[in-house]
């Protein structure tokens, strides 16, 4: 059996560190808002090189919140992508904006720049793009776009931690930016979690306002606010994980490179690099088109694989009747044919080995 992800070859490394950690907040009961959120806070701040870095309940709530502190609101538009998880437009949705979605770039399934240009309209107050499975988008056009109308950069980072274009950040191009700490993230969690950064002082203030009830001092409440902090506990375990990140991301890239290599002669997609940026490999997904004979193998030998995305946004249920008429033909040939490996740092060589032979066989039978 080889899971997507294998998370217990990671947890075997830092368990000491994780468990002394753990101790010590149960024995001082700094249970919310504690020393280990600030750390990570000022840790995160510091390895992503933005200024300020905040603590929230979950990838979900980490762009809610940040759409909300950039003053995105009823009736405004967001362009953004319809292949990427439904969390991405529901913050949207939640701020009361409308999500326009765009087509993406047939090679790095990224939202594509020219795209984003025909879709603004003067309802246009923000560009939400993805870092879609830890490859950076093209910031260089996305950034020059926003300049030149004055439009508010979102990114969502919650697949992309540790991803850098040309030695910067993903999540400090933009004006704020939302990671995820979901236990299967490049960097996860044991649980829920999330992060804001921004380079900006007034939507940082806001966003630890918005984040903890509206307060800054105990009960004392400025505006409606939410409780969508990160946990004390989690901090602990990604403060241990945070050390070991750029590792792991060299070691994801090292295991998609090596599939890619051995899988270069079948009738296969593999993943494009176009190298505007680093890919950290959140996901290795490739396209075939046959996809479903693939996938019964893989699960007939006991090998994890699974489909991100199926369905793209613009033709979920939640969202079929306000995008009626909306087409977006390179989504819609990507989702039909896309499928993702196992990926995870600690994939060996023999599993990497035996998955590509399982597929090859299939292909050539
Ligand atoms: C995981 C994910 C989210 C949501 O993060 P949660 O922590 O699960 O709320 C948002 N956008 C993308 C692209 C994601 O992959």
Do not use: W
Request: hydrophobic content about 40%; glycine content about 8%.
């Amino acid at each position: 059996m080889i899971p997507m992800v294998n998370l217990k070859a990671q947890y075997a490394e830092i368990k000491e560190e994780i468990e002394f950690g753990l101790a010590q907040t149960i024995d001082n009961c700094t249970f919310i808002l504690g020393p280990n959120v600030q750390a990570f806070e000022q840790e995160t701040a510091a390895y992503l090189g933005v200024k300020h870095a905040i603590g929230v309940a979950s990838g979900t709530d980490a762009l809610h919140l940040a759409l909300l502190a950039e003053g995105i609101g009823e009736g405004d538009e967001v362009i953004t992508t319809a292949f990427t998880f439904i969390a991405t437009a529901e913050a949207i949705k939640y701020v009361g904006a409308v999500p326009v979605f765009v087509d993406i770039d047939p090679k790095t399934f990224n939202i594509c720049p020219e795209a984003i240009t025909k879709a603004i309209t003067p309802k246009t107050k923000a560009i939400m793009p993805v870092h879609l499975f830890g490859q950076p988008a093209d910031m260089g056009k996305i950034s020059a776009i926003c300049q030149q109308h004055q439009l508010k950069l979102i990114e969502d980072c919650c697949q992309s931690f540790g991803a850098r274009i040309n030695g910067k950040q993903t999540g400090a191009i933009g004006s704020s930016a939302g990671y995820s700490f979901f236990p299967s993230k490049n960097l996860g969690a044991f649980g829920d979690g999330g992060l804001v950064v921004t380079d900006c002082d007034e939507t940082a203030a806001m966003l630890r306002q918005l984040r903890n009830h509206g307060s800054n001092v105990r009960y004392y409440h400025d505006v409606v606010g939410y409780n969508s902090r990160l946990d004390e506990m989690q901090a602990v375990i990604l403060r241990a994980k945070l050390k070991r990140i750029d590792q792991y991301n060299q070691a994801r890239r090292r295991v998609a490179h090596r599939y890619s290599a051995l899988m270069a002669d079948l009738p296969l997609t593999t993943p494009y690099e176009d190298g505007l940026g680093e890919h950290v490999y959140h996901q290795y997904t490739l396209l075939s088109e046959h996809r479903e004979d693939v996938l019964q193998a893989l699960q007939a030998a006991q090998i994890g694989c699974a489909v991100y995305y199926p369905v793209p946004l613009h033709q979920q249920n939640v969202f079929k009747q306000e995008c009626a008429g909306v087409h977006l033909p390179v989504t819609e040939a990507v989702a039909a044919t896309c499928f993702s490996l196992p990926i995870c740092p600690f994939l060996a060589d023999e599993s990497i080995e035996k998955i590509v032979g399982v597929i090859r066989d299939r292909l050539q039978a």
